[in-house]
């Protein structure tokens, strides 16, 4: 089936030091999503890239779709303990499949 | 965003029994409704993905006859864990999307919490 794997597993950051995480699928997407998911919370939905190439902000947030729609990123600037949570890609080709996840700790 | 009520949030239930938990779309027609399950710190597993009328196709690895899935209206579908053991201990989770395309973003449910003992 396809894969859709995210890196790094587990992110420990200072308050203030920026936040990067990337989402690689073994196949073409259609598109992508994010969804932020709280601890004991259910995911919920961040932003979509559709186009090639897009970069989209959100706030301190930057999301990117690959050039090839296999890969993207999710950075945040200047973390805060809001932050906090696992966030995950979802890669739509045929399915809704969700990355693997990036656990990110903001300690203040 | 719309809203995916889904019941009940946690459960405990012998081995051997079953248990329903039910995913509903209360503002919106749920074309599409995804069932997941995810073990603590691991990422959401999709099971199984259901179109309304019609059978549920599962993902390879995951038992049909064992995970039973209805989507029988546009607002609500129901997956059933049946014969339940301990390794089916899990929190479960559904998320519903309108429209027949993929383009749009999928909401969840609160997710349940099952215990099999």
């Known amino acids: 089936g396809q894969q859709v794997m995210q890196i790094p597993q587990y992110q420990h950051v200072q308050e203030g030091e920026d936040f990067t995480t990337y989402c690689n699928s073994s196949?073409?997407?259609?598109?992508i999503q994010w969804y932020k998911q709280r601890p004991g919370g259910h995911p919920v939905f961040l932003i979509q890239?559709?186009?090639?190439?897009e970069v989209k902000k959100q706030k301190r947030l930057t999301f990117q779709f690959g050039e090839a729609k296999k890969n993207s990123s999710l950075h945040i600037t200047a973390t805060q303990t809001t932050d906090v949570g696992t966030y995950f890609c979802a890669g739509t080709g045929n399915q809704f499949y969700f990355g693997t996840g990036t656990s990110l700790t903001v300690i203040p | 965003g719309a809203v995916v009520s889904q019941h009940p949030s946690w459960v405990i239930c012998k081995s051997g029994t079953s248990v329903k938990i039910e995913c509903r779309s209360l503002d919106f027609q749920a074309t599409t409704m995804f069932w997941y399950r995810q073990f603590p710190k691991q990422s959401l597993m999709l099971m199984a993905t259901s179109n309304e009328g019609s059978k549920a196709t599962y993902e390879q690895g995951v038992e049909k006859d064992k995970f039973l899935i209805n989507h029988a209206s546009l607002t609500l579908s129901t997956l059933t864990v049946t014969s339940a053991h301990p390794e089916d201990s899990s929190f479960y989770i559904c998320?519903?999307?309108w429209g027949s395309g993929m383009n749009t973003e999928a909401f969840f449910g609160q997710g349940t919490r099952l215990t099999v003992v």
């Open positions: 890239l559709v186009k090639s190439g």
């Open positions: 998320s519903a999307k």
């Open positions: 196949t073409t997407l259609s598109n």
